[in-house]
């Protein structure tokens, strides 16, 4: 059974850190580009980060670009979303999904996760 399974949300002060995991199984991750995407109450689902399967590259968001570091271990078949200087507007859903080849936008996507809550507030 393919499975995502996204990890390390939580509340964080203005200016702290979290890392996200998005653990896979019943597939091997380094077949699929995985991409991060993020959903505040209200508003439409939006691409934050992706790398992908093939050379490595990674792929920002202007609004996260300088602040978040996508990575990769396949050896534990999981990918992490390193989140610096995060700010209030950064709260939302965060969820993680595979794909052939990176996208901005959700409709390519063949499997998700469940998302993990990511709050910044002081």
């Known amino acids: 059974q393919v499975q995502l399974v996204e990890s390390g949300g939580g509340l964080v002060q203005p200016g702290g850190s979290l890392r996200l995991s998005c653990a896979a199984s019943g597939f091997t991750l380094d077949d699929y580009a995985i991409g991060w995407f993020r959903q505040a109450p209200g508003k439409e689902r939006e691409g934050v980060s992706c790398?992908?399967?093939?050379?490595?590259?990674?792929y920002y968001a202007d609004s996260v670009k300088g602040r978040f570091t996508i990575s990769r271990d396949n050896a534990k078949n999981t990918v992490y979303l390193q989140m610096n200087s995060l700010k209030p507007e950064d709260t939302a859903v965060y969820y993680c999904?595979?794909?052939?080849?990176?996208?901005?936008?959700?409709?390519?996507?063949?499997?998700w996760g469940q998302g993990t809550q990511v709050t910044v507030s002081s």
């Open positions: 999904a595979a794909v052939s080849y990176c996208s901005g936008y959700p409709r390519p996507y063949d499997y």
């Open positions: 790398i992908s399967s093939s050379d490595g590259s990674t």
